[in-house]
């Protein structure tokens, strides 16, 4: 009797760790391809202006704060946030700039993602694109915030009609496990689980067969030993419209270039307020 009592309460404390809130400092910065720099001089020239710069707004450097408690997840920025609710299965966009949010269920994700695979089928059909994904240890080691940091790659390449030749590369480097990413960690691994029921096979009909890249992906991501803390990513392989328009262009230079940071974990609480719509901020709906 005694041991069974002191199973439930090493269960009852597990289950709480698990529940811990997190908080944590993320930076994004795009530091290169041709989409970039395309956009930044589109920018710079004499319509984008006039538009305010609205081209280059979404591919500009941000630094968000990342809040979780429990199933719900917000990514707190100056322009724009967004929040993931588990239990309700909704992802919401808040628009700081406009005063308005978008909220949006994973059913509709799926609806919309069935409404684009019939249209592709009317089409004669979603082209045959083969994903294979692999994440290699280097062995490399450094030190971030204290932490002794493991190197791993991870590529992801397309294969087939119209996906020849795209690939992403992340370097990424992780720190062990601890309180904080252990339940980011969790988060995450059930987010991908809701998606995939959600979204059932077949998840992208642009890229045919995605699912299995992506199934290969999880399976290959669970060689990762802690958490990510640093990620510099690469996509090649991806030819531009405007380039082709001209003429130009490497269609295998790196399209788009960036750089992820995570810091300044914390396990304190995390106020609920974090996660709620301001009271003056008017619903858009999503578009069908």
Known sequence: MKMQFRLAIVTLAAAGCLLADVSYQETVQYTGGSLIDMMRSMSDSPMGKLMGGRLSKGLKDRTLKVYLKGNKLARIGEDSSTIVDLDAGTITTIDNEHHSYT?????????????????????????????????????????IDGKTAK????????????????????????????????????????????????????????MGNASQGLSELQKETTKLEGYPVVQETAVSGVQSPMAERSGGGDSNAPFITMKTQSANFSTGSVDEAVFQIPSNYKERKARH
Not at 165 to 184: F, K, Q, Y
Not at 190 to 205: I, V
């Open 103 to 143: 909220a949006m269920s994973f059913d509709d994700m799926n609806r919309q993602m069935q409404e684009m695979r019939e249209k592709m089928n009317k089409r004669g059909g979603a082209p045959d694109v083969k994903f294979n994904a692999k994440v290699d240890a280097t062995g490399n080691t450094r030190e």
């Open 151 to 206: 190197e791993y790659i991870l590529t992801m390449t397309a294969e087939g009609q119209q996906g020849a030749g795209m690939s992403v590369r992340s370097d990424m480097w992780t720190i062990p496990s601890g309180p904080g990413t252990d339940e980011l960690r969790d988060f995450h691994k059930r987010l991908s689980e809701k998606l995939n029921y959600a979204f059932g096979t077949g998840m992208n009909p642009m």
